[in-house]
């Protein structure tokens, strides 16, 4: 999956706004402690990060 796409992906989900804000301060367990920008910039693939924030919050499945 591209950054893009990925990033698409959350302002769909949050909203262009909240996207940005849950990304930087939201911290996950699925990313092993990190939040989606730490996951990311540690080389974690986008997908990945996609796939644990479908699995934190409970994103429909039509959205994954």
């Known amino acids: 999956m591209r950054l893009t ?3 698409e992906r959350m302002a769909d989900h949050f909203g262009e706004g909240y ?3 849950f990304a930087r301060d939201h911290v996950m367990s699925e990313l092993g402690g990190r939040t ?3 996951a990311l910039d540690a080389g974690w693939e ?3 990060v996609w796939r644990a924030v479908c699995a934190a919050v409970d994103v ?3 959205k994954r």
């Open 5 to 7: 796409i990925f990033w």
């Open 19 to 21: 996207a940005e804000s």
């Open 36 to 38: 989606v920008y730490q």
């Open 46 to 48: 986008a997908k990945d």
């Open 60 to 62: 429909p499945a039509d």
